[in-house]
């Protein structure tokens, strides 16, 4: 739960987290990512989940919206594989069917609640239709609220296409990401750091470890500047892949590819490393995972926290029909499964 110890100010005159909220972070986020287990991403925001029902024939609506989020949530073993679940907002405030609002119920049941905090993609102004992230705006107050309604950890996405970044905006979203890292320390959460370099297109391998690279390095130079202690952040990233539309490369060489970036640009202090999927098929983000984790010596904790790739499949199985439910349940548990044994 959060931890509300007495806050020191530094000698810049910054607010900081105290040692015992430090440690209190720190064990969340090494929670977040060991012991085999993943974060679920179920944090669709409501024009995303919306079409996504659409696109299975099922009318999209709250209450559809909760009952496919209930459905993930109560997965009879989803536990075992799965530490955390991030949610929406909407969901976040929803209620399960027994009227237990989302966040309590996750706790119950073992897995720590998120909440995806960013307000989605706008483009950034003059830089050829990059995006920058929103949603800095009263965060803090936001912040407090979902501590107080349980929230152990929150996320935020940058997105960056291979396309359009340059270090301009590299830069801009890595600032706006670390002061939402900053802000989620104060409030005694954990902030899930994710910096998506998209896989949309038909770039090579070094294409995208050249943006990986520069996203990363970015980020963690203004984490540094933003005071944000490493030991109480999780870091997710993609996997370092050519675009899904050129030629396939063999799933050691995108580890390996990963590999060499994140040691590059991510110091030993972070925690853990939850990747997300981006889109790549499930098989595939199961076997870039079981060759990253085989490599010795990593200095972090490696795992997913997938979204897509975890389920697809389910939604597709439940169409909607209450009589799905249990087959969709079994379909999201045996992804979870796979990826957990990678
Ligand atoms: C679940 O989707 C998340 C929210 O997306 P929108 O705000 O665009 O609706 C997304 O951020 C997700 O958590 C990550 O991208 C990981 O999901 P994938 O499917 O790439 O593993």
Not at 223 to 230: F, M, S, T
Not at 276 to 288: E, Q
Request: with cysteine; proline share 6%; aromatic share 6%.
């Amino acid at each position: 739960m959060r931890t509300t110890g007495r806050r020191r100010r530094n000698l810049e005159g910054m607010t900081t987290t105290t040692p015992t909220e430090m440690s209190t972070l720190a064990e969340t986020a090494r929670q977040m990512t060991s012991g085999g287990r993943g974060v679920l991403a179920a944090d669709e925001s409501i024009k995303t989940m919306s079409a996504r029902l659409e696109a299975e024939g099922i009318p999209a609506g709250d209450v559809t919206r909760r009952d496919y989020r209930e459905l993930l949530l109560t997965a009879d073993g989803l536990p075992d594989s799965v530490s955390g679940i991030i949610l929406s907002d909407e969901t976040f405030g929803q209620e399960l069917s027994d009227g237990r609002p989302f966040p309590l119920a996750a706790r119950e049941l073992g897995i720590l609640p998120g909440i995806k905090v960013d307000t989605g993609t706008t483009p950034l102004p003059g830089q050829g239709g990059a995006l920058i992230t929103e949603g800095l705006d009263r965060l803090g107050t936001r912040l407090a609220s979902y501590a107080g309604r349980g929230a152990a950890f929150a996320k935020w996405r940058a997105v960056f296409d291979v396309t359009t970044t340059n270090s301009y905006v590299a830069r801009a979203n890595a600032h706006a990401l670390a002061r939402y890292a900053a802000l989620c320390q104060e409030h005694g959460i954990v902030p899930i750091v994710e910096p998506e370099v998209l896989c949309n297109g038909d770039h090579a391998l070094a294409v995208s470890a050249e943006t990986t690279g520069l996203a990363l390095a970015s980020v963690f130079e203004e984490l540094d500047r933003a005071g944000v202690d490493l030991t109480g952040i999780v870091l997710k990233p993609n996997f370092v892949t050519p675009g899904l539309d050129a030629p396939a490369i063999p799933a050691g060489d995108v580890a390996a590819a990963t590999y060499e970036v994140l040691l590059d640009t991510v110091p030993a202090a972070v925690p853990g490393i939850a990747f997300l999927s981006g889109g790549h098929p499930t098989a595939d983000v199961c076997a870039f995972l079981s060759d990253l984790i085989a490599i010795p010596e990593r200095p972090w904790h490696v795992t997913f926290s997938f979204g897509r790739a975890l389920v697809s499949d389910a939604l597709r199985t439940w169409a909607g029909a209450p009589a799905n439910v249990a087959a969709a349940q079994q379909r999201l548990l045996d992804n979870c499964r796979s990826a957990q044994s990678s």
